[in-house]
T-cell receptor, first 115, second 111 residues
Framework: DTGVSQDPRHKITKRGQNVTFRCDPISEHNRLYWYRQTLGQGPEFLTYFQNEAQLEKSRLLSDRFSAERPKGSFSTLEIQRTEQGDSAMYLC?????????????FGEGSWLTVV | EDQVTQSPEALRLQEGESSSLNCSYTVSGLRGLFWYRQDPGKGPEFLFTLYSAGEEKEKERLKATLTKKESFLHITAPKPEDSATYLCAVQAPGGGNKLTFGTGTQLKVEL
């Protein structure tokens, strides 16, 4: 499978716990994105990386959220001290280059339920 | 701020009954308009990218068109397997090519 891979697919956690999601982009894609989607809504942009550099973060990304992409390969999204409002699907996506209008390919998402 | 509005929110069709989904957008300098299909519990699956007004693209029973203010996704003779949520997104200059999505149209095709 050469698509965007996300792990775990589902996570149930208690409020206040920390969770980490991993994303493996399509090979040789240098841009990697994180989005969040809640039921009945479209995906909302959280942050993106070009290679290992995190170049933009949305205002949706509170201080409890941190993302990394060491060595410009896989990425992790960590949520500290989870709250019930963090329950959502976290989508990772990648695109092949910086050129105009390149297609962004999404993974299957990681569902987070905070109880 | 970029905005995308999709209508209708939900659409129920009989198999073979053609229809169109609408995506209206406001963006400062459109780089691309994207259509994705999303099945329940899964990530969005890429369908089309349109770059300029007048452009059209087709894939099987789907045809996407673009004007300066909106895009249409035409579904010809749909089948039950076309049932899904269809998402529209715009890409603007800056911000690493990030996409701004609408809330989607939930399509149900019945036998």
């Amino acid at each position: 499978d050469t698509g965007v891979s996300q792990d775990p697919r589902h996570k149930i956690t208690k409020r206040g716990q920390n969770v980490t999601f991993r994303c493996d982009p399509i090979s040789e894609h240098n841009r990697l994105y994180w989005y969040r989607q809640t039921l009945g809504q479209g995906p909302e942009f959280l942050t993106y990386f070009q290679n290992e550099a995190q170049l933009e973060k949305s205002r949706l990304l509170s201080d409890r959220f941190s993302a990394e992409r060491p060595k410009g390969s896989f990425s992790t999204l960590e949520i500290q001290r989870t709250e019930q409002g963090d329950s959502a699907m976290y989508l990772c996506a990648s695109s092949p280059s910086v050129s105009l209008g390149n297609t962004i390919y999404f993974g299957e998402g990681s569902w987070l339920t905070v109880v | 701020e970029d905005q995308v509005t999709q209508s209708p929110e939900a659409l129920r069709l009989q198999e073979g009954e053609s229809s169109s989904l609408n995506c209206s957008y406001t963006v400062s300098g459109l780089r691309g308009l994207f259509w994705y299909r999303q099945d329940p519990g899964k990530g969005p699956e890429f369908l089309f990218t349109l770059y300029s007004a007048g452009e059209e693209k087709e894939k099987e029973r789907l045809k996407a068109t673009l004007t300066k203010k909106e895009s249409f996704l035409h579904i010809t003779a749909p089948k039950p397997e076309d049932s899904a949520t269809y998402l529209c997104a715009v890409q603007a200059p800056g911000g690493g090519n990030k996409l701004t999505f609408g809330t989607g149209t939930q399509l149900k095709v019945e036998l």
